[in-house]
């Protein structure tokens, strides 16, 4: 729940804010219903309002608290969507969804800069990793479908195959890249 005035003091200090986007997925609605109230959950990870102030962001899990899925959380970020709990009552409709907060949404783009460019930004290693660029360490992550391509159907993520992976060079094939994805829902 980073203030204006939190967001100004990280760019006064050329820091990056990071958010813990998918926990507002799986905490969005005991969030708002329990503990913060409607407004308040609405804030929570202000990803829109850094990217506004001209901060770099960036997305990261809390594995095993969350699953290490950068897909999934990028999922999170453009949609802010939050878990519908079937045994969980909504006893205030402000907290029911689908999603929590749509005014701090990132575009896909940004979302990807956020495991990507900005990343690499905040690592200090922006001139070495981040961007596939002559001179760039080969890091990269093949995949089944351009995410970029889904701004308007950001669903279509739940279908992406990591297909393939290169790291420092060296070619690592997925041999479950046939399978589905397994998304939480």
């Not at 813990?20 to 929570?44: K, S």
Request: hydrophobic letters at 45%; a negative charge.
């Amino acid at each position: 729940m980073a203030s204006d005035a939190d967001l100004a003091t990280i760019k006064s200090l050329d820091d990056t804010a990071s958010f813990l986007m998918g926990d507002l997925y799986y905490y969005g609605v005991p969030m708002c219903q329990q503990i913060l109230g409607p407004a308040r959950a609405a804030a929570l990870y202000p990803a829109a309002d850094a990217e506004s102030a001209g901060l770099h962001v960036t997305l990261h899990t809390d594995t095993p608290v969350i699953p290490p899925d950068p897909l999934f959380t990028i999922w999170v970020a453009v949609t802010r969507s939050i878990q519908q709990m079937p045994w969980y009552p909504i006893t205030n409709a402000a907290c029911a969804g689908p999603s929590l907060g749509q005014n701090e949404a990132l575009t896909m783009a940004q979302a990807v800069a956020g495991y990507t460019t900005e990343a690499a930004w905040q690592y200090g290693m922006e001139n070495q990793l981040g961007t596939v660029a002559p001179g760039y360490t080969a890091d990269l992550v093949f995949l089944s479908a351009d995410p970029l391509a889904m701004q308007s159907n950001p669903d279509g993520l739940m279908t992406i195959r990591v297909l393939a992976t290169v790291h420092h060079g060296q070619y690592f094939p997925n041999p479950n890249a046939s399978q589905t994805p397994i998304w939480p829902g």
